[in-house]
């Protein structure tokens, strides 16, 4: 049974990097898409992007300017960066895997909340 | 405002049958698969249909999905009080560089 477990600063100030991490154990990190969601009750699930084994990259145009993916296969995780922060970027973040990579998310991190505040 | 429309919220007693409805376009829901998620609060979304009406392994075949054009619908039938959770619709969306869009997501109270 796959499972992936994530992990990450949680309190940050404006204009800083936000920074998670999500480990997989228990199945393969290859031949699948390995994905970043985000929730907020106003804003509700957003797709942020995604990342593939080989390290190719996907990203919601909303945010793409300010998001870096990267992954480290010799220890299955797989790696958010989100730049100059602000309080919109408040919200519990996921990772999650992707089997096809159109969505079809079928393992997800247990959830981080991530709070922007000065 | 989500890119695919739910309702709020909808309500049902035990053993009755509800349905949730999710409306898309033709550049997500029209050509791309729906996925449904259920999510208890305080907890991950679990995947609970994929391509448009496969049920996830051990998800009880109470539940069902179909999808029609732009449409896409969930019921439950049978509702039992371990249903009450938000249920969320999901699909790609191939507008611009393409991107996965989700539903507002719809509370479901069960009676």
């Known amino acids: 049974q796959v499972q992936l477990q994530q992990w990450g600063a949680r309190l940050l100030k404006p204009s800083e990097t936000l920074s998670l991490t999500c480990a997989v154990y228990g199945g393969s990190f290859s031949g699948y898409y390995w994905s970043w969601i985000r929730q907020t009750p106003g804003r509700g699930l957003e797709w942020i992007g995604k990342?593939?084994?080989?390290?190719?990259?996907d990203y919601n145009p909303s945010l793409k300017s300010r998001i870096t993916m990267s992954l480290d296969t010799s220890e299955n995780q797989f790696s958010l960066k989100v730049t100059s922060v602000t309080a919109a970027d408040t919200a519990v973040y996921y990772c999650?895997?992707?089997?096809?990579?159109?969505?079809?998310?079928?393992?997800w991190g247990q959830g981080t909340l991530v709070a922007v505040s000065s | 405002q989500s890119v695919l429309t739910q309702p709020p919220s909808a309500s049902g007693t035990p053993g009755q049958r509800v349905s949730i409805s999710c409306s898309g376009s033709s550049s997500n829901i029209g050509f791309n698969y729906v996925y449904w998620y259920q999510q208890v609060p305080g907890t991950a979304p679990k995947l609970l249909i994929y391509r448009d009406d496969q049920r996830t392994s051990g998800v009880p075949d109470r539940f069902s999905a179909s999808k029609s054009g732009t449409s896409a619908s969930l019921a439950i039938s049978g509702l039992r009080s371990e249903d009450e959770a938000d249920y969320f619709c999901?699909?790609?969306?191939?507008?611009?560089?393409?991107?996965?869009?989700f539903g507002g997501g719809t509370k479901l109270t069960v009676l």
């Open positions: 990342i593939n084994h080989r390290g190719y990259t």
């Open positions: 999650a895997r992707d089997h096809t990579g159109f969505g079809e998310l079928t393992n």
């Open positions: 999901a699909s790609w969306d191939d507008s611009l560089t393409g991107l996965m869009v």
